[in-house]
């Protein structure tokens, strides 16, 4: 099993919908949650950052975690076509000082 | 607060040569972390350098190698080139490389090996 699992995609939502992108985690322990967005040939920007269990909003976006359930969630609401992207989950690897990233999920907002 | 800066952006190099790639990270950021990014395997894990030690280091080979200076400026370098190596190079630095502290991403080297 991945550390870190996300569905490829790619995903295509109409804009102004809710883009929904998911992610699973293998470890247990893991006690910190981040979402990156990847703009092709870019690098990635941290956009969310999540540590306890429940959602956290910032804008238009929403992340959701459920440790129980090892699932780590990220809702764009109104998506833009500026929201299509790669988006990229990351989780620590307990104590081995370093970020397991998922493969990314590839988001297109058509207009 | 200047971000995470990389150099060279842009490399073109031949298979059996070295090359030698930069990154400064955010003032006070003390962990810097490489990755290499293609679009088969994604992004995978280098190493990590922590004021000038190396904390962990990924499955890569012994051709990648890393330090770290004590500014927290760190070099990768890698030898023998192979074709395989052509990549997104990445550096990324956080405030204390704990888990709870996010990685922060420079702009990237493209390397291309011919």
């Known amino acids: 099993q991945k550390e870190v699992e996300q569905n490829s995609g790619p995903l295509s939502v109409p804009e102004g919908a809710i883009a929904s992108l998911n992610c699973t985690y293998s470890d247990r322990g893991s006690q910190s949650f981040f979402w990156y967005r990847q703009y092709s040939g870019k690098s990635p920007e941290l956009i969310m950052s999540?540590?306890?269990?429940g959602d956290k909003e910032d804008g238009r976006f929403t992340a959701q975690l459920n440790k129980a359930s090892q699932y780590v969630s990220l809702l764009i609401r109104d998506s833009q076509p500026s929201d299509s992207a790669t988006y990229l989950c990351a989780v620590p690897n307990q104590g081995a000082q370093k970020l397991v990233f998922g493969q990314g999920t590839r988001l297109t907002i058509n207009p | 607060k200047a971000g995470v800066t990389q150099t060279p952006r842009y490399l073109i190099k031949t298979r059996g040569q070295q090359v030698t790639l930069s990154c400064s990270p955010i003032s006070g950021h003390r962990s810097v972390s490489w990755y290499q990014q293609t679009p088969g395997q994604g992004l995978q894990f280098l190493f990590e350098?922590?004021?000038?030690?190396?904390?962990n280091k990924g499955n890569f080979p012994g051709r990648f190698s890393g330090r770290q200076f004590s500014n927290s400026r760190s070099e990768m370098n890698v030898s023998t080139l192979e074709l395989g190596d052509s990549a997104l190079y990445l550096c990324a630095s956080s405030s204390t490389g704990t888990d709870n502290s996010p990685l922060h991403f420079g702009n990237g080297t493209r390397l291309t090996v011919t």
């Open positions: 999540i540590y306890s269990n």
């Open positions: 350098y922590f004021s000038e030690t190396q904390r």
